[in-house]
């Protein structure tokens, strides 16, 4: 019998499709120098906004005043649980002798644990304000007003033609939406932000709960990070935050978890201005965070830790917010007139100048200032008489 040859013989290799396999391990939205950037914002954006003469009105102080008051009313809430745990416990110490034993302390630590890392009870009741009242929408809103005047100051001997439109006058022309459900309704915006919140704290705590399950549960949380890191950092590091996770206490790899997912949920809240002018489809609105996921978890994650700070983390959340309007401009394109929006949204899915910006040192990290390019629009030829007429009505109106 005939031995066949090498080349007829046949072929078991595996093909292997390098693209896909690339994509897999693709970190460039995600990698250090976005974050570290990010970070950085958090502190250049605040040092910015506290400039900012606007903000320190006697409206601004009165709400001020009321940040620190619901940061008491805060904690107070938060403790109301804790506390009434430790009545009963004191009241089952005149039946039982609790002086040997030690899990009354650990039922209140395990509930105190919960309250503010499982569910992150304290970040919910900071972002649910923004639904309450408009403050922080106005805060985002003259924090804008306030970057486009220091840029104009700044470039006041340059060319004009050369240097972007402005982002306040343009976008407080549009029509303010909620950014999820594109209704001007508080009752409905409201609804579904407890929704959200009542579906990831249920996940959090069943995620919670079935680490204690035996045998199998010492892999729930390394699994949940490996699950949740591979969608936004990729396989290679996701599998290295699984193999870490199998050797990190519990507690610690919760505090991880939700860390990260608390920074990208305050990231969406004091975006929110933003998005709820700028009107994106979901699939949008999906690939905008996609192209700057790394930056906005640095600069959320920034936040995250200042809020954290006891009583004061509302009023935090105030010059977080404020911060928000220097980082649009930094990652996003001014915006057309409202007239001119169509197409608008869809251009701005990718960063443009990504590359450039990170590459930028931080003492000169205003130095990108040219004009975006043009953008599809439903109006094939835009009238550049009015896009000149209203560049010139920004700038004197700043000065006004």
Not at 197 to 214: D, Q, T, W
Not at 226 to 234: I, L
Not at 325 to 338: E, G
Not at 343 to 356: I, P
């Amino acid at each position: 019998m005939e031995k066949m040859s090498t080349s007829e013989r046949p072929s078991h290799a595996v093909n292997i499709d390098k693209e896909k396999l690339k994509q897999k391990f693709d970190i460039s939205n995600f990698d250090l120098n976005a974050v570290l950037r990010g970070a950085q914002l958090t502190l250049v954006g605040a040092n910015r906004a506290m400039q900012n003469p606007g903000i320190f009105t006697n409206e601004h102080y009165k709400q001020a005043a009321y940040a620190v008051l619901a940061g008491i009313a805060i904690r107070l809430a938060i403790a109301i649980p804790t506390t009434g745990i430790r009545v009963l416990i004191w009241f089952l110490s005149f039946v039982w002798d609790l002086g040997a034993v030690t899990w009354d302390e650990e039922i209140i630590n395990g509930l105190h644990f919960i309250e503010n890392y499982v569910l992150q009870v304290p970040l919910f009741l900071m972002t649910l304000m923004r639904y309450l009242t408009p403050t922080l929408d106005n805060l985002f809103m003259e924090s804008l007003r306030w970057v486009d005047t220091t840029y104009v100051q700044k470039h006041q001997n340059e060319d004009p033609s050369k240097l972007r439109p402005m982002y306040y006058p343009n976008l407080r022309q549009y029509p303010v939406k909620d950014g999820s459900t594109h209704s001007s309704s508080t009752a409905e915006a409201v609804s579904m932000y407890l929704t959200r919140f009542a579906k990831r704290g249920a996940i959090s705590l069943a995620v919670y709960a079935a680490s204690y399950l035996p045998y199998v549960g010492r892999l729930v949380l390394p699994a949940a990070s490996y699950y949740t890191f591979n969608r936004a950092v990729g396989l290679g590091p996701a599998s290295l935050i699984f193999g870490t996770g199998i050797l990190l206490p519990r507690k610690y790899l919760v505090i991880f978890l939700q860390t990260y997912f608390a920074s990208r949920s305050l990231m969406r809240e004091l975006l929110e201005p933003y998005f709820a002018r700028i009107h994106f489809t979901k699939q949008e609105k999906k690939h905008w965070f996609r192209s700057r996921e790394g930056l906005l978890f640095g600069f959320g994650l920034g936040f995250y830790i200042l809020l954290r700070v006891p009583l004061v983390g509302v009023l935090i959340y105030g010059i977080a917010e404020a911060s928000t309007a220097y980082l649009i401009t930094k990652i996003t394109d001014p915006p057309p007139p409202s007239a001119q929006s169509a197409g608008f949204a869809a251009s701005q899915q990718e960063w443009r100048n990504k590359h450039e910006f990170l590459k930028l040192s931080l003492s000169n990290i205003d130095a990108l200032t040219e004009k975006p390019p043009p953008y599809s629009t439903t109006d094939p030829n835009p009238s550049t008489t009015a896009t000149s007429s209203a560049r010139e009505a920004v700038h004197g109106e700043l000065w006004r």
